[in-house]
């Protein structure tokens, strides 16, 4: 009977931690490359969050806001994303060739690798959403602009 209860109580944990991961954003585990082919594939968007370990807001922002389902909803509906610290493997060449500065500091490519915009901080997953749309936005209409010069 106790073993019984032990396994009933283990299903209900691993259950409880599946529902949560499905909830807010899935994140891409693997490279910047194969983020960016996965998106062609499926014609989405990178969502690229660029941490290091000892930020508090990089923290808070995985922790409390890419956890919600609000987010789960909007970025894996548009994006691939992907989190990498920016101090180590790839992460020091993406913070060199995007000049990443401050943390957090979130980019938005399109499916090819050309960067569209950049978010720098963290905030409440509404107003972060309208920061994202905002950034991606900008970028896009100034390449239409330049077009019809």
Not at 103 to 126: C, K, N, R, W
Request: with cysteine.
């Amino acid at each position: 009977m106790k073993k019984l209860f032990l396994m009933l109580v283990a299903v209900l944990v691993s259950s409880v931690a599946i529902a949560k991961d499905e909830v807010g954003v899935n994140w891409f585990h693997g490279t910047l490359e194969q983020a960016i082919e996965k998106a062609s594939a499926e014609d989405k968007l990178v969502f690229v969050d660029c941490f290091v370990d000892w930020c508090g807001p990089c923290k808070r922002m995985k922790a409390n806001e890419f956890t919600k389902e609000e987010a789960g909803n909007y970025f894996n509906k548009n994006y691939v994303c992907i989190a990498i610290d920016m101090e180590k493997g790839e992460g020091l060449d993406v913070a060199k060739k995007y000049s990443i500065k401050s943390y957090p500091t979130f980019l938005i490519l399109d499916a090819q690798g050309e960067h569209l915009g950049t978010v720098v901080g963290g905030a409440e997953m509404s107003a972060f959403i309208k920061k994202v749309e905002k950034a991606k936005v900008k970028k896009v209409k100034n390449k239409k602009d330049k077009n019809k010069k």
